[in-house]
């Protein structure tokens, strides 16, 4: 899912495109992406864009008349930017917003469409109420992630606390941070506290900085949660770039975390809820068990 640092640089380039242009067409290829009805999406052609921004993880564009058209991308939604009357692309393209100087394609690359556009006269529905993490103080930080008892992982992802932050880059703030994603929230020590802020403003400004400059002007086409730069998200069983340690992971749903045990546990391994009660009393507890057992395997094997 496209957040924070993605979604700036889309804003960005965006802006950069349509802002002061007036909507001249809409065109929907997949009904279910239109979440609203009243007023209709037909409503927004012919006014001028007079401001994009991002609200959370979605992007708005702020239209004359006091309309608002809320996009959120979810998992696989992307933005194409294309030339003017473009055709909307093939089996992936949900909708396309035309410009006089080009044509705004919405697409998504999944079997369950999750991505959705609202038209709305008021922001207030979308408002989630987290912190923007860069506008944050060190204390507002800390009372936002100290006022609900979660995992730091729950709690960087909860968009009621902080805007912004979802599963790839939350794994990248707590790596650097050296802070296991399972530590409780009101057990952290403030020093601990002290670094995850750091950590937090340093990772998203840090690939804010990257994406917009691997941009380089263009409309950004490479949007994606995995990139080989990242510490350890997306890198199960590669080595952290720290220690060396292999990354592990835990997976649920349609998410996974993935941490490096020397830096961020102590060497201990978090329980994997489906792989655990598989292997129960074979399931290893610490790094150390895990490479014990894959090098008895490596010695069974030849």
């Not at 999944?110 to 556009?117: L, N």
């Not at 350890?232 to 993935?258: L, S």
């Not at 790094?287 to 057992?293: Q, V």
Request: glycine residues 8%; hydrophobic residues 40%; positive net charge.
């Amino acid at each position: 899912m496209p957040e924070l640092p993605d979604v700036t640089v889309y804003v960005e380039a965006l802006a950069a495109r349509v802002k002061g242009q007036a909507l001249t067409g809409v065109r929907v290829a997949s009904p279910f992406v239109v979440r609203t009805f009243d007023p209709p999406l037909s409503a927004a052609v012919g006014k001028r864009v007079l401001e994009v921004r991002r609200l959370g993880k979605r992007i708005v564009f702020e239209l004359g008349g006091d309309l608002f058209l809320v996009i959120h991308l979810m998992i696989a939604g992307r933005f194409k930017w294309l030339e003017a009357g473009a055709k909307i692309p093939g089996k992936l393209g949900l909708a396309a917003f035309d410009f006089a100087g080009g044509t705004l394609a919405l697409t998504e690359a999944a079997s369950k469409k999750r991505a959705s556009i609202h038209l709305a006269r008021s922001l207030d529905e979308f408002r989630r109420g987290g912190l923007e993490p860069l506008e944050a103080t060190p204390a507002q930080f800390e009372a936002a992630l100290r006022s609900e008892n979660h995992t730091l992982k729950r709690s960087l992802t909860d968009p009621r606390l902080f805007s912004g932050i979802g599963n790839a880059y939350s794994d990248e703030i707590l790596h650097r941070a050296k802070l296991s994603p399972a530590q409780l929230t009101q057990k952290l020590p403030p020093e601990d506290a002290r670094r995850l802020y750091q950590a937090t403003r340093e990772v998203l400004v840090e690939w804010t900085d990257r994406l917009r400059a691997e941009a380089g002007g263009k409309f950004p086409e490479k949007v994606t949660a995995f990139r080989k730069e990242m510490a350890v998200h997306g890198k199960f069983k590669e080595p952290c770039p720290a220690c060396g340690t292999a990354v592990q992971r835990i997976a649920y749903a349609d998410n996974e975390t993935n941490y490096c045990p020397r830096c961020q546990t102590g060497g201990k391994l978090l329980s994997d809820r489906s792989l655990s009660r598989l292997l129960h009393d074979d399931w290893p507890r610490t790094i150390e068990e895990l490479e014990e057992k894959s090098a008895n395997r490596g010695k069974k094997s030849r």
